[in-house]
């Protein structure tokens, strides 16, 4: 909504360049008050007279939001976007976009990142060595788990986990996929990956990568029937949405050695993380930063500019998820 002037447009975070310039041009840009806790009520008062808010994934962007008039456009500077109620935004009115595609290779990349430091303890033998632990060779030092020859079951094969079979040719391994989607067959031969039941990925692979949206269908769906049937060696990685693991009945795997490790990027309640993760030492963890790198956050970044800025001038953003709302 204009207040007789510009269109105003509510920016949740500071975005990278060249986001900014981009938004500038179209709207005059309102940050949302630093330290103010990001809850539904406040954010729906700092909305107040915009056309639009560009948020993160740790918006609450629901109904409350949703319902403000004048709101035009959602921009999330992320892929995911379960933290906005699309079908609320719908019958509002309220065209909500994404940034598919550009932080794919990051996030592969990151997957695989968090594998090999996990399956080869990278981050112990760090601290070991820096440490002054590191008093000579031994036969029997910091053994890992080999990943050349590996089996790797993938949980979901859309952009990011094609990414991640793309990268496991390179480590010759054996790649199972779980997904209601099957790929063409041509790219499962381009891939060397044969598509699974669940539970058969499950029982088999020696890594396990998961690259689902988190939706009420994929909330939970590694728990405990699935620890139950890991083999002992396995080490599991989730770079996607954290409520996908079962945190708690992972933490008790793990003491239960039912696998052998994991490597996390997300949480159930970020920025928390289970207290039971914290004093393993076969468990890598970090602080959600699959897409962090330089290159990848400023191509976020525009992008989300990008599709806000079109939203203002009354066209269709690119990346609009819900295209119901602007035919
Ligand atoms: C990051 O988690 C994203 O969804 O872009």
């Not at 632990?133 to 590996?150: E, K, N, P, S, T």
């Not at 390179?170 to 790649?175: E, S, Y």
């Not at 990925?201 to 689902?212: G, K, P, R, T």
């Not at 029937?225 to 396995?234: G, L, S, W």
Request: charged fraction near 20%.
């Amino acid at each position: 909504m204009s207040t007789g002037g510009r269109p105003r447009v509510l920016l949740m975070h500071p975005i990278l360049d060249p986001g900014p310039a981009i938004l500038a041009e179209a709207a005059e840009v309102i940050a949302y008050p630093q330290g103010r806790p990001l809850d539904e009520a406040n954010i729906r008062q700092a909305a107040e007279g915009c056309i639009g808010i560009v948020s993160q994934l740790m918006d609450p962007v629901r109904e409350t939001v949703l319902s403000s008039p004048g709101l035009k456009c959602v921009s999330n500077v992320a892929v995911g976007f379960d933290n906005i109620d699309v079908p609320a935004a719908t019958a509002h009115k309220v065209m909500i976009t994404n940034t598919p595609g550009v932080l794919d290779d990051a996030t592969a990349d990151f997957a695989f990142t968090l594998l090999m430091a996990t399956a080869r303890r990278i981050v112990e033998a760090d601290s070991f060595t820096r440490s002054g632990q590191f008093r000579g060779w031994a036969i029997d030092m910091m053994l890992g788990h080999d990943v050349f020859d590996a089996t790797l079951g993938i949980v979901g094969i859309g952009r990011i986990g094609r990414g991640v079979a793309h990268r496991a040719k390179g480590f010759n391994m054996r790649v199972l996929y779980y997904d209601p989607q099957p790929l063409p067959p041509e790219a499962e031969q381009q891939l060397n990956a044969r598509r699974s039941s669940l539970d058969r990925l499950i029982a088999e692979s020696d890594f396990i990568s998961v690259h689902v949206p988190l939706t009420q269908e994929t909330q939970h769906l590694i728990s405990t029937a699935q620890f139950n049937t890991m083999k002992p060696n396995a080490i599991l990685i989730n770079t996607s949405r954290g409520p996908v693991i079962d945190e708690a009945a992972l933490v008790e795997a793990l003491k239960a050695k039912k696998l052998a490790g994991a490597g996390l990027d997300v949480y159930e309640r970020e920025p928390a993380v289970h207290p039971g993760l914290i004093p393993m030492p076969n468990v890598v963890l970090a602080p959600h930063i699959a897409s962090a790198t330089v290159r990848t956050r400023s191509e976020m970044s525009a992008m989300a500019a990008r599709n806000m800025a079109t939203a203002v001038r009354g066209g269709r953003p690119p990346n609009l998820l819900n295209p119901e709302v602007k035919r």
